[in-house]
């Protein structure tokens, strides 16, 4: 008989019997996924609260999927679980001295503050359309839908004069002045899960939720960048074809205009936090090097050994160093940037993936090693949730989710109302 | 003249005569009082004694621990298993345990894990020995502190159990143990651990793993009872805990530690 963890671990000397992987890919994408939300938020904010004009466009859009991420967060937990259905327990009865229990506290006032931002935003877009379609004759049953609806968004609240739309922008900053530090402890405390745990010797560090955070918001903005350009592209497609039909609309290249600042603009800051990631995370390596305790044997021979392309190739070499250079050689180009954040968010994966795996890739005695094989084929509902299919499907879902919330809350100003 | 009715009425009054001085022998039974005690945590805190100079590898406590416990036999997961060290000539350190050496340690080949052996020559061998591992019940258990929902708690008498139909299978204890003691049951997939066998030794019974020992390398006993003869050896002798350093003030204590046990 099988037990937990035993399918995907392979172990190498003297390990413990009870040693296995338990945290497998599923808690890889937690933090990754919580990292995406607390960075797009994190982008967002950085207009409406520091009123960098140049991220107008970025910022609607960087909350809108923020909503969307924030869906899929805790459902990598969901999944890794033995029990999903008795999750609700840590809402309903939560033990504060661990770490997870804070996640429904932390997690719904995030989601509250998401949220209300989010109507403040849209308030007007909400209103005006359910006043269109009130006053429509002959509604469709689509229609009659879309207008109850947007009548219920509106929660009751129809006056968009002058000085309500004034009072609106108000909240909305003060909102998003609010949310930027729980976003940070969102993903902080994430950090703070692994970063607690004293019996791991790799996680052990008080760094860890900064560490975190800086990755977090690192990922948030590559992930925002990539998305912008592409559905930029698929505008410039479309724009293509409409224009032959009607020539009054935006031209293309205005379009790739505005596209490329925005993205020139973005990719500064994505730059700024990318290199306090990598040095916070290299001061750590050269801390943990210097005073070597008794468990750097152990942890010296998986990282300079073991997990060395891991480490050292894929999430600093390929992940970090090249975009670094990519985004720091002068005028950036959008294929050149979605190069870089695509590199970014496979950089940003392969840190999660080094600190869950990596921090279980030795055991307890410090005397062996264990190896993770991902299941990629699934062949029970097991392998299915814990293996590439599960993570894959986490990592599309937000996607999905943000294309049907744009229905709702239009990223982009629509023609003519600019 | 012997009636139906006094033959009945007698019977039944032999049968309670005999009866009530075996009742009243077990109501004084020290073992079942100190259990009965054992709910105070002013008067009881279970402490194990483990002396690895006794310690053969035979691997009777594993097996006994496993059905006692209904520990899947052939999973590879236990609740208690022996470690065994051997220390060469050349310094180097060599240390297995198969299958939890729940068979015992049947070769003199290092198990050296996906399937490779090592062979150590007899000359070699500068020392060796064994040592049993369970769960410590540590004084300030980090499971049960990480524990999102408190499945996981500490009894008034210092013995760490886990709510089967609570636990949400998070693995979050599994990973906080620094003694591996953890792990997800099987068959019920919840966290597992050894819990000094609870349901005995709280009926005034030993330990199935204590019971299962030939040497009395294992033996189980309460510290707050000065008089308790693990409390003299645990008081006078020298003795040692493992990874002290975590700060979680493990409660089973070894007769014989070495520097390289781990």
């Known amino acids: ?418 | 003249m012997i009636t139906r009715r006094n033959f009945l009425k007698n019977s039944a009054l032999g049968l309670a005569g005999i009866a009530l001085p075996l009742a009243a022998f077990e109501f004084i039974d020290p073992r079942k009082l100190m259990a009965l005690e054992a709910k105070d945590g002013a008067k009881v805190r279970w402490v194990f004694l483990v002396d690895t100079y006794k310690c053969v590898g035979c691997g009777l406590c594993v097996k006994a621990c496993k059905l006692e416990n209904e520990v899947p036999y052939d999973s590879s997961v236990t609740r208690t298993w022996v470690e065994r060290y051997v220390i060469t000539r050349d310094g180097k350190f060599h240390a297995d345990t198969p299958k939890g050496a729940r068979d015992g340690f049947t070769t003199t080949k290092i198990d050296l894990n996906e399937g490779k052996f090592e062979d150590i020559k007899n000359g070699d061998i500068e020392k060796a020995y064994f040592v049993p591992k369970l769960c410590n019940q540590c004084e300030n258990p980090p499971c049960v502190q990480v524990c999102p929902v408190g499945a996981t708690y500490q009894t008034p008498d210092g013995v760490v159990l886990v709510d089967r139909t609570w636990c949400i299978g998070c693995g979050y204890c599994i990973m906080g143990c620094p003694y591996g003691v953890r792990f997800f049951h099987p068959v019920y997939h919840t966290a597992e651990k050894c819990n000094f066998c609870y349901h005995r030794i709280t009926k005034g019974m030993k330990t199935a793993c204590v019971q299962a020992c030939p040497f009395g390398a294992r033996r189980i006993g309460n510290i707050k009872d000065p008089g308790d003869p693990v409390t003299k050896i645990i008081m006078t002798e020298r003795v040692g805990v493992l990874k002290e350093e975590y700060g979680t003030k493990p409660q089973v204590f070894y007769i014989g530690l070495d520097k390289e046990v781990r």
């Open chain 1, 1 to 418: 008989m099988l037990a937990h963890g035993e399918l995907w671990t392979v172990k190498e000397l003297f390990v413990y019997p009870n040693e296995f992987i338990y945290w497998s890919v599923q808690i890889v994408m937690y933090p990754f996924m919580t990292g995406l939300v607390a960075g797009a938020f994190v982008l967002s904010s950085l207009y409406h609260v520091f009123g960098i004009k140049q991220l107008k466009d970025m910022a609607r859009f960087a909350l809108v999927f923020s909503f969307a991420l924030l869906f899929v967060a805790p459902l990598p937990i969901m999944l890794h679980l033995q029990f999903p259905f008795r999750g609700i327990k840590v809402f309903m009865t939560p033990h504060f001295t661990s770490a997870i229990a804070a996640f429904g506290v932390v997690f719904f006032s995030y989601g509250a503050i998401v949220a209300s931002e989010l109507w403040f935003l849209y308030r007007k877009h909400f209103v005006e359309v359910s006043l269109s379609l009130r006053d429509k004759q002959d509604k469709t049953l689509p229609e009659q839908l879309r207008y109850l609806l947007f009548c219920t968004l509106t929660l009751g609240v129809y006056d968009i004069g002058e000085e309500a739309l004034h009072r609106d922008e108000k909240a909305i900053r003060s909102l998003a002045g609010l949310g930027i530090p729980v976003a940070c402890f969102l993903h902080g405390y994430a950090g703070f899960i692994f970063g607690s745990v004293k019996a791991n010797a790799l996680w052990m560090t008080p760094l860890m939720p900064v560490i975190f955070i800086m990755s977090a918001v690192v990922s948030g903005i590559a992930l925002c960048m990539l998305s912008y350009i592409i559905v930029m592209e698929i505008r410039k497609l479309l724009l293509s074809r409409k224009r032959s039909a009607s020539p009054m609309l935006r031209s293309t290249e205005e379009i790739k205009g505005v596209e490329l600042n925005v993205i020139r603009m973005t990719g500064r800051y994505l730059l700024f936090f990318l290199v306090a990631a990598i040095s916070l995370e290299l001061l750590d390596l050269i801390f943990r090097g210097y005073t070597a305790v008794k468990s750097w044997d152990v942890l010296r021979s998986v990282i300079y050994g073991k997990d060395f392309i891991d480490i050292f190739v894929l999430q600093y070499g390929v992940g970090n160093l090249i975009p670094l250079i990519l985004f720091l050689i002068p005028g950036l180009t959008i294929r050149r940037a979605v190069l870089g954040v695509a590199l970014v968010l496979f950089g940003v994966f392969m840190m999660r993936w080094n600190v869950v795996i990596g921090g279980q890739a030795f055991s307890l005695s410090f005397a062996g090693y264990m190896h993770y094989h991902l299941p990629v084929i699934p062949h029970n509902w097991e392998t299915f949730k814990e293996g590439l299919f599960g993570a894959v499907g986490i990592f599309i879902l937000p996607f999905a989710l943000f294309w049907g919330m744009s229905k709702v809350f239009p990223v982009f100003p629509e023609a003519g109302h600019e």
